[in-house]
Nanobody, 124 residues
Framework: QVQLVESGGGSVQAGGSLKLSCVAS????????MAWFRQAAGKEREGVAG????????YYADSAKVRFTISQDNAKNTMYLQMNSLQPEDTAMYYC?????????????????WGQGTQVTVSS
């Protein structure tokens, strides 16, 4: 079983920044693809950004392009999401997801392993 633990959420004003972290353990060989998803109140969970760890290829939802950056530190088995220029519409619970053999990073049904989530609240 893979455990994913997110941290770094919080409350910021519009225009502010946050950096989320997701630590994977212990079977990290089962986490070739990792991604950040978010779920706002009353909405479906949506992909924000994904990373294919072996190639370091990164992908973003249109809403995250330019403002967000996904990255990884393999030595620490940690994935990050740097979020800049945050807007109220970014308010959501942010989840880390991981698995192997994920063809489409933004397909939430493709992931077996999920973290508990970290709340991001952006006020105007």
């Amino acid at each position: 079983q893979v455990q994913l633990v997110e941290s770094g959420g919080g409350s910021v004003q519009a225009g502010g920044s946050l950096k989320l972290s997701c630590v994977a353990s212990p079977y990290t060989y089962r986490t070739n693809v990792m991604a950040w998803f978010r779920q706002a109140a009353g909405k479906e969970r949506e992909g924000v950004a994904g990373i294919y760890r072996h190639t370091n290829s990164t992908y973003y939802a249109d809403s995250a392009k330019v403002r967000f950056t996904i990255s990884q530190d393999n030595a620490k088995n940690t994935m990050y999401l740097q979020m800049n220029s945050l807007q109220p519409e970014d308010t959501a619970m942010y989840y880390c997801a991981a698995d192997n053999g994920v063809y489409t990073w933004s397909n939430r049904h493709a992931y077996k392993y999920w973290g508990q989530g970290t709340q991001v609240t952006v006020s105007s």
